[in-house]
């Protein structure tokens, strides 16, 4: 595969492309058309083929997407199919609740350890792990092979917790706190903001109930 650098619109639809693929998979269906997978996505059979014309086409034209393939491409494409290790960062209500979904570990994201700076968490357990004092994460994550570090912590710490996770090798921050985060090169940042979704659906129900 060419070695391109491609947009992040279109990696951030590959993920939707891998679930609706994973579905059909274990439907039992063999093959697809960009226009079948058009239909059940609801994007347009052209974004389909060219998005996937990024990564060389993956099929033949006219005689359809074998969906296993197509799967296990996109997956390789995404990364899933190395591991990865991660620790969350702040165990209040958001580390928890990420803490407790054991959804991800489905895709290869295996939680390893909780930390939090209050004294009064220390040692509670969540999903039969303690929580860790902050002092004890260096050397967890050298031992642990930690490579995803996810940031559940106020915006005002962001910025210092994330020097500290790159200064101890850390690839990649999953970052909840509402804030931009400045990490050298070769550190990835991944932004979630819950209430942006929350505000895209206003503005549809907005536009909705205003006839657009
Ligand atoms: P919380 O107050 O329940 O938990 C925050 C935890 O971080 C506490 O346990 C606190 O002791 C710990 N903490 C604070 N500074 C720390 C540091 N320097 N090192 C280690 N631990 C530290 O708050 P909640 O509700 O869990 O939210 C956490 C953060 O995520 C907040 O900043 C909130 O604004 C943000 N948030 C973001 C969302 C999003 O969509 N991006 C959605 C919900 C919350």
Do not use: C
């Amino acid at each position: 595969m060419e070695n391109k650098e491609i947009s992040q619109a279109v990696i951030g639809r590959l993920p939707r492309y891998f679930r609706f693929l994973g579905e059909l998979k274990d439907e039992g269906i063999e093959r697809i058309s960009s226009q079948e997978l058009s239909d059940i996505m609801q994007v347009t059979a052209s974004q389909i083929r060219q998005d996937f014309n990024n990564f060389g086409g993956f099929g033949q034209q006219g005689y359809g997407y074998k969906v296993e393939y197509l799967y296990e491409e996109i997956g390789k494409i995404l990364g899933l199919y190395k591991t990865h290790n991660l620790i969350i960062i702040g165990a209040g209500n958001l580390g928890q609740a990420l803490a407790n979904y054991m959804n991800f570990e489905r895709r290869g994201f295996l939680f390893k350890g909780i930390f939090d700076n209050n004294p009064h968490l220390l040692g509670k357990k969540i999903r039969n792990m303690e929580v860790k004092s902050m002092d004890e994460m260096e050397i967890f994550v050298k031992e642990n092979d930690i490579d995803i570090a996810v940031l559940t912590i106020p915006k005002a710490s962001a910025a210092e917790v994330a020097k500290k996770l790159s200064d101890i090798g850390i690839r990649g921050i999953w970052n909840f706190a509402h804030v931009d985060l400045n990490v050298p090169r070769g550190i990835q940042v991944e932004n979630v903001h819950l209430s942006d979704s929350l505000m895209k659906l206003a503005y549809n129900i907005n536009q909705f109930e205003n006839g657009g």
